[in-house]
């Protein structure tokens, strides 16, 4: 399997992993009612900063762990790690869909918000249209690693 | 000569020579350039454009 598409797996558990954990801890641990209230925005803003916090400080311990292990695992497939044009471009087209995405999340967001949704519900559309386009991202990563551009 | 050693030759990697064989994917100009060279011949005689 090329190193791209294992790192693209590596990815897609990670990102189950975060979000999964934000999801548990949100909705199961401390439940929609914690939310609400007289301090329900700076719950929900420290929240959200935790999971973008935690996400980015776990992806990091992911990608040092794999720098760590990678001589050992990885061997003869030195040359496989080169970024070469074909890379790039399913890197480019890839972040441009997962932008796409994320945008329209927003616009939705910013709707539910003008018709009335609670906040703690509008900052987790922001948070299902970040994970919708990390989905689209690394969806549109294995379509075209296995299938050209 | 085997596809990893024509793409250490021209520097991307395995899957990119493979995904140009298979026409999935179509190289750079730079890229096919280099191919070319690795072979020998001019770029007509290495790669062809077919409309669909």
């Given amino acids: ?149 | 000569m085997t596809q990893k050693e024509l793409a250490l030759q021209v520097g991307v990697t395995r899957q990119t020579i493979v995904a140009v064989e298979n026409c999935k994917y179509s190289p750079s100009l730079e890229l096919a350039f280099k191919i070319s060279a690795v072979f020998g011949k001019s770029i007509e005689k290495v790669f062809s454009y077919e409309t669909e």
């Fill in chain 1, 1 to 149: 399997m090329p190193i791209q598409l294992k790192n693209t797996y590596i990815h897609i558990v990670t990102a189950v992993l975060i979000f999964g954990a934000y999801s548990w801890c949100v909705f199961g641990l401390l439940g929609v009612d914690y939310f609400t209230g007289p301090e329900a925005l700076a719950r929900i803003g420290k929240a959200i900063t935790t999971l973008i916090v935690g996400g980015y400080a776990f992806e990091l311990s992911i990608v040092f762990g794999a720098l760590l292990l990678g001589p050992k695992l990885l061997k003869d497939m030195s040359h496989d790690w080169t970024l070469d044009e074909r890379d790039m471009k399913i890197f480019y087209r890839s972040i441009h869909l997962s932008h796409l995405v994320l945008c329209a999340g927003l616009f939705a967001s910013m709707g539910a918000l003008a018709i009335g949704f609670e906040p703690f519900w509008v900052f987790n559309f922001l948070v299902l249209a970040f994970l919708f386009s990390v989905v689209a991202e690394l969806g549109a990563k294995l379509y075209l690693y296995q299938s050209g551009t």
